[in-house]
Structure formats: structure tokens, C-alpha cells
């Protein structure tokens, strides 16, 4: 399966990440030139390269995405209601649109409770600036207790072939009709199983840790991190290659 449904919109289920964007020509290009080949999901917070990473994208794409989804976070250095509130108003003005398809509590912060954060941010998404609200680096109660505040369309934690602690958070996700967006998802390359699947597959390393992913679950969307055009392709294309069972297995 290639795509899946992430809030009202069918996307690929590869992603990009912008974690490194910076504010420069070749890097606005990129981001049109990545949508152009086909990437549906672009992620992004509003700490990324110091702002520049939302400020890129929205150049590149303006108030229309061109049908992509632009993701992004807030309240990772606190997530206090006044804190959340300016830097979501930052972050619409970064991106140049009026709503923000899919905003995330970037992590909870241990002297706020969860639900005071929660709150403020579907005060946004009650005005109409915020389409839909996730939640990352989170455990499964605190995706249930961010549940009975608003609806939650997708986690983002930490994930990838070498480094599965959120096992129960991708089941749990599956269960429950929410998109898991597992960051770093290319961390694991370089074993010596991955090395010989990929060259007995005529692929890349990253291909197959990617297509790893995708067939560990059908709620998974990896948005590995890429400053090259070539590489955004290169990602892409591990859409069209499916593992087998004992190919998933063995590099389980």
C-alpha cells in the first residue's frame, strides 16, 4: 500500500524532513521540486533551523501546498497555553497559510499538564487555524489522555529498524486508525543483513530500511530528512519495494 489517509488526505507513505532547512534559494526550489516528485508530507517545528525551516516552506508553497500535507510543532522548550499559543501564530505566519494541516504537541512538558497544552491548541483548531493535532515522544497514555482532549490523527516518536521501543505505541496506532511517524527512520543502516538484503534486492541501504518500516505496519509514514533532490526520489522510490516475509524477518 503506497498511500494512506492522514487526516482527510491520501499521501504518499514516504515523507519529507526538514530539520536542517535553511532559509536559502536552492533550498526553497527543493521544497517545490519535492512535491513536484511526488512527496505528500512535509515535516517540519517551529525550533527547526532556528524558524528558517517553516519560513522555506512557506515560501516554497505559500497559502496552497499544492495538496501536500505541511506538519509542524510546537512546545518543545515548554508547552505552557501562552507559550503554545505565540509560537502556533508564528508558525502561520513562517508558513504563510491561515490553517496549519496537522499541528503537534512536540513533546509534553513535565511542568505543564498534558491537557492544559492539549487545550490550547484546539482552541486553534476550534478557530480554524489548526486542521488536525498529533502528539510526539509520547507513550500510549499520553496519547489517550491527549484523546479525551481533542482528537489525535497521528505520533510522531522515535522509530526505525534498530531501534524499536515504541513497538506498543505502532500497535496501538494501528488499532486505532491513527498515522505512526516514526523520526530518524533511516538509523540502522550499516548491518550486515540490512547491507546484504539490500544488494541481493538491488537496492539502497535506506530503501530497505524504509521499506522495512513500511511493512511493519500499514499505519506508518517515515519522513526521512533529505537536502538532495536525488535522495527525495531515492526515498521515494522505496514505496515500490515490497519485503517478504522472510526478508522483513530477517532483519527483525
Not at 38 to 49: E, N, P, R, S
Not at 66 to 77: L, M, Y
Not at 181 to 203: D, H, I, K
Amino acid at each position: 500500500m503506497r498511500t494512506l489517509r492522514l487526516g482527510d488526505t491520501e499521501v504518499t507513505r514516504i515523507g519529507l524532513g526538514s530539520n536542517r532547512l535553511s532559509r536559502t534559494p536552492e533550498h526553497v526550489e527543493l521544497i517545490r521540486d519535492a512535491v513536484a516528485a511526488g512527496v505528500q508530507l512535509i515535516d517540519t517545528a517551529h525550533t527547526y533551523a532556528g524558524g528558517q525551516s517553516e519560513d522555506t516552506i512557506g515560501t516554497a508553497l505559500g497559502p496552497d501546498s499544492d495538496g501536500s500535507v505541511v506538519a509542524t510543532k510546537g512546545g518543545w522548550n515548554g508547552a505552557r497555553p501562552e507559550v503554545l499559543g505565540a509560537q502556533i501564530e508564528e508558525s502561520l505566519r513562517r508558513l504563510r497559510t491561515e490553517t496549519i494541516s496537522l499541528y503537534y504537541l512536540h513533546r509534553p512538558d513535565p511542568e505543564t499538564p498534558l491537557e492544559e497544552s492539549l487545550g490550547a491548541i484546539k482552541e486553534h483548531r476550534d478557530a480554524g487555524q489548526i486542521q488536525d493535532v498529533g502528539v510526539s515522544n509520547v507513550g500510549i497514555k499520553e496519547i489517550e489522555r491527549a484523546r479525551e482532549v481533542v482528537p489525535i490523527a497521528a505520533v510522531q516518536n522515535r522509530y526505525n529498524v534498530s531501534d524499536r521501543s515504541h513497538d506498543d505505541v505502532v500497535e496501538y496506532c494501528a488499532r486505532e486508525g491513527i498515522v505512526f511517524v516514526p523520526y530518524f527512520p533511516m538509523r540502522g543502516t550499516g548491518s550486515g543483513a540490512l547491507a546484504e538484503l539490500a544488494a541481493r534486492r538491488g537496492a539502497t541501504e535506506t530503501q530497505v530500511a524504509l521499506a522495512w518500516l513500511l511493512k511493519r505496519s500499514p499505519a506508518i509514514l517515515p519522513i526521512p530528512g533529505s537536502l538532495s533532490l536525488a535522495h527525495v526520489k531515492e526515498n521515494l522510490a522505496a514505496t515500490e519495494l515490497t519485503l517478504s516475509d522472510a526478508e522483513f524477518e530477517a532483519l527483525l
